[in-house]
Each structure stands twice: as C-alpha cells, then as structure tokens.
C-alpha cells in the first residue's frame, strides 16, 4: 500500500480493479477543510484516462509492472508472437493489447512487454522507429526541406506527412509517441 501523498509521476497503481499510472498530480490544501489529491490517471489495460480525487492520507494499492525485453518476430492472425532475448521463450499477444502500436512494429524489432501478475498490459516501443516509404508521389526538382508535405504510405500500412522531398524506397525515422516524421535514417 502507498499513501496518495507519495504519488509522482509513472507510479503504477492498482484501483478498483484496474491498473493505473499516475500522469500528473497536485495536492490542494483548502483553507476550509481537509487536503485532498486531484490526479490525472492513465488505464494500462484499455489507455482511457481519467481524473480522480483522492482524500489526503488515502492507501491505495501499488502495481509493480514487469518490463521484458522482447523481440517482435511475426503476425498469426489476430495475434502477434514475440520472443524473450535471454530465455528464447515465445509469447502471442492479441491485437486488442496492440492497438496503436501495430503501425510501428516491423518484423526482428526490440520492445518492452509490459504485464502485471501474468497478464500482459502492452508493449512499449523505442522513442523513434526506421520504416521504409512504400508509396507517395515523387519529389520534384526544386522542392525545398521548408516548403509543404505530402503523403507517404510506410511499409506498416501508417500514412504519414512527409516533406516533398521524400522519394519511395527511402528509410524514415518516425515518432513513435506523436506518428509524425522526424528525419531521414
């Protein structure tokens, strides 16, 4: 149990039965009455978010989250199968868990499963990933780095905005908080 006083941000923890990480907090002292936490929570399992309240001095349960370091091997279907570096143990996780993820992951790429209690919650991905343009319009002879974007469809399937003077076949780094192009490879 930790006390709501202790919270700080990326604290995992367990509230009416669901996994939580603390995004932002701030403790209010009212002249009039008792102290109290405003927070801003993040669901782990679905990424809904939610403030909640919480009296000064409230316990709540805290949620160690367990980091794995895997490599992403293949899509089966609806699940997706990744390997465990060190104990070469295989694990599928269903695209529901992926979600928003699955426009980033490429075939041989490192990530970190996250899961609490034997239940993976989600993958967390390297800050920018290398993906290949597989379709856009040509650049043309004259297009500056400053001057406008267009489309490009990556080898995942995510359509990004790219400068004009980006050409198919080329490799990009793309954000993978944001899904917006952040540089040539």
Do not use: C
């Not at 500056?144 to 995942?156: Q, V």
């Not at 198919?168 to 908080?177: A, D, F, H, V, Y």
């Amino acid at each position: 149990m930790i006390s709501v006083n202790d919270f700080r941000t990326g604290l995992t923890i367990e509230v009416d039965g669901d996994i939580w990480s603390v995004m932002d907090f701030q403790h209010v002292k009212p002249g009039k009455g008792a102290a109290f936490v405003r927070s801003k929570l993040r669901n782990l399992r679905n990424g809904n978010i939610q403030e909640k309240t919480f009296r000064g001095g409230e316990k709540v349960e805290r949620a160690h989250i367990e980091n794995r370091k895997m490599q992403y091997l293949y899509a089966n279907g609806d699940m997706h199968a990744f390997m465990d570096m060190e104990t070469f143990e295989q694990v599928e996780i269903p695209s529901s868990v992926l979600e928003n993820q699955l426009n980033y992951l490429k075939e041989n790429m490192e990530v970190q499963i996250q899961s609490y209690q034997a239940e993976t919650i989600g993958v967390e991905l390297p800050k920018n990933v290398e993906l290949k343009v597989v379709e856009t319009e040509p650049g043309i002879k004259g297009d500056t780095a400053s001057g406008g974007t267009k489309s490009a469809t990556l080898e995942t399937g995510l359509t990004v905005q790219v400068p004009f003077f980006i050409n198919e076949g080329e490799n990009l780094l793309i954000s993978t908080t944001d899904g917006k192009y952040v540089s040539r490879a």
